[in-house]
């Protein structure tokens, strides 16, 4: 199957956390409409897995092995050089999909290093390299960064105080960054999905369940539902939206 469009085309985009669950998804729709991806994540063979599936569709892809566990600013500048290396080219779209989801519980039963891993690697890891690549972008006149937030960064949720402040930080981050990169070309938006239907979701179905019979489409949004709006966020089609949250959870966010 050949590329969908080309919207993206002449364009690379880097997409952190892209070896398994939305991150797949997204990095091979944004192959789809032209862009070359850059697959990054821990696992070697699950990128090369993800890497292959997009060559075979008639995309461009390239695997840089990352872990923004131990985010720092050197282990950051080795990520953002390696992936151009990789490309042969400029990163010219950047997706902040990475992130360390917590099972609900308690606050009082989380203990400080599960904060500071969710923290590091939520906010500290897209703030560093959103630092680097969006400065690189800013110099060269255009860009775009795409942080890939939460509905509970906008509405608290009962057990989930840890995960919804790291997502309340990256959408502010996101209206923050667009206020400062803006001016020199880059723009920088959010996409906030409601619980997504992937693997992993089985294991928040029985938190999921009540409130989704509230929700207006009651029903979970689809990885590439999310994917579509992150493509669209990249593309010229939202050349003036700048410093948006843009909610794809069938309606939660507004309930």
Do not use: C
């Amino acid at each position: 199957m050949s590329p969908n469009s080309t919207r993206l085309a002449g364009r690379t985009a880097l997409v952190t956390g892209s070896t398994g669950g939305l991150g797949v998804t997204i990095a091979h729709a944004l192959a789809a409409d032209g862009a070359v991806v850059v697959v990054t994540g821990r696992d070697a063979a699950r990128g090369e897995s993800v890497v292959s599936g997009i060559r075979a569709a008639g995309a461009s892809a390239h695997f840089v092995a990352a872990d923004l566990g131990g985010a720092d600013e050197r282990a950051i500048g080795s990520l953002a050089e390696r992936a151009a290396q990789a490309a042969g080219t400029d990163i010219d779209i950047l997706v902040n999909n990475a992130a360390k989801l917590l099972l609900p519980e308690p606050t009082a039963t989380l203990s400080a290093g599960e904060v500071a891993e969710a923290f590091t690697v939520n906010v500290i890891a897209p703030m560093l390299l959103t630092g680097r690549l969006a400065s690189a972008m800013a110099a060269r006149g255009s860009g775009s960064v795409v942080n890939i937030g939460s509905i509970t960064g906008l509405r608290g949720t009962a057990g989930s105080a840890v995960y919804d402040a790291t997502k309340a930080a990256v959408h502010s981050l996101t209206r923050s960054w667009a206020a400062e990169y803006g001016p020199s070309g880059v723009r920088v938006n959010a996409v906030a999905p409601g619980p997504i239907a992937t693997e992993r979701a089985a294991e928040f179905a029985e938190h999921i369940a009540p409130a989704l019979a509230r929700v207006p489409s009651r029903r979970m949004s689809t990885p590439q539902e999310v994917a579509a709006a992150v493509v669209f966020l990249s593309s010229d089609d939202a050349a003036n939206i700048q410093g948006a949250v843009l909610s794809v959870d069938g309606g939660w966010a507004a309930t």
